[in-house]
């Protein structure tokens, strides 16, 4: 048996990983909360600021493709797939699923949506 020094429980040595005084719970939701702390420093690691500029552009490019844009109204009907309550979807960036158009329009755009708010058709 082995105490942890986070959470202060006694555990089985098993649960401990090799060389930490840490038991895996608590090393796993410590590795959470520095990736959330350290996300945007992690992310520009990952994808150099010419490759994000790149995947932009080919995701304004993407949309616009699919997008028909009506001059006197100024509404950009989305003409790619639609879901069965009329909601567009188009793949996301980093092509990890899909994303609804109208929100990845705003943020590719306009910038990040703060959290709290919604994006509406006007």
Known sequence: ????RTCKKEKSKTLFSPSENRCKECNSIRARESYKRNREKILFRLKKPKKI???IDSAKKRLIDKVEIITESGCWIFMGYV???GYGFI???DSKGLNLAHRMS???FN???KKG???CHK
Do not use: A, D, F, Q
Not at 1 to 4: A, E, L
């Open 91 to 93: 793949g996301s960036i």
């Open 106 to 108: 705003y943020e590719l």
């Open 53 to 55: 500029k790149n995947l």
């Open 117 to 119: 708010l919604n994006v």
């Open 83 to 85: 879901n069965r309550n």
């Open 111 to 113: 910038g990040e949506i």
């Open 1 to 4: 048996m082995k105490i942890c």
